[in-house]
């Protein structure tokens, strides 16, 4: 009976090879390959973080447009921008060009890149010029990013499909608030436009208004009166 199961075995080259729980993916092609083969699997949803702008869910290695096909059979998209991408108009004329259930909210700092495939399959950047990559298909690991979504997806504003305002509350927008909270971290000018994915130069025009409206005429006067002001409470002007 032996000879006849072993016979009976599929001999081991026509075994399906499982992929990798966790690979690294070295240069833009390959990255777009396994960004493109994850896309044509998925099958319910897609979870992306986008920090510092208008980027498409495979902005970690160039691909064909894939979104409306991914949306026309059924899959939902959820992304997270920064709240400096509120006014990009491009990216909200490209999102209501889509079809089907895809929503878009801004928190003013998000995580690294991370785009989640139905849950079982992630991509992170593994260096700065994201010529690698990492592939991961760790069952706690991929959850766990996920999880990281959810939380952030909870607290972030919706932008698309139903855009919300950012009114000034107080003389102090929601923007500069979070500019506030940055400042009495001691962050620079320069930290504070890489954190929130905006130019020194806007930051300092925000900067300046905080001044005017509080009333202050230095940086280390500044920091005092965003603590005593009530800036930063939950319901002091420009929270939520």
Known sequence: AAPRAAAAAPP??????????IAVLRGLPRISDAICEAVAACSD?????QPGGFHRIWDLGPAPPREQPLLSRGCRMRTLYQHTTRHAFPLIAHFERLDGDVEVRTLSEVTAQLVVFDRTVAFLPADRDC?????????????????????????????FP?????PARGGVTARQRAIAELLTEGLTDADIA???GMNVRTVRVHIAKLA??????????????IGQSGLLSPGGPGGS
């Open 212 to 225: 005017q409206v509080l009333g202050s005429t230095g940086r280390t006067q500044l920091g005092y009166l």
């Open 45 to 49: 949803e897609v979870l992306t973080v």
């Open 194 to 196: 890489e954190r929130l």
């Open 131 to 159: 010529a690698l990559a990492l592939e991961i298909r760790v069952p706690a690991l991929v959850g766990s990013l996920a999880a990281l979504f959810d939380r952030l997806w909870q607290l972030a504003t919706p932008l």
């Open 12 to 21: 081991d080259g026509d075994a399906a090879p499982r992929p990798p729980a």
């Open 162 to 166: 139903h855009p919300a305002p950012q």
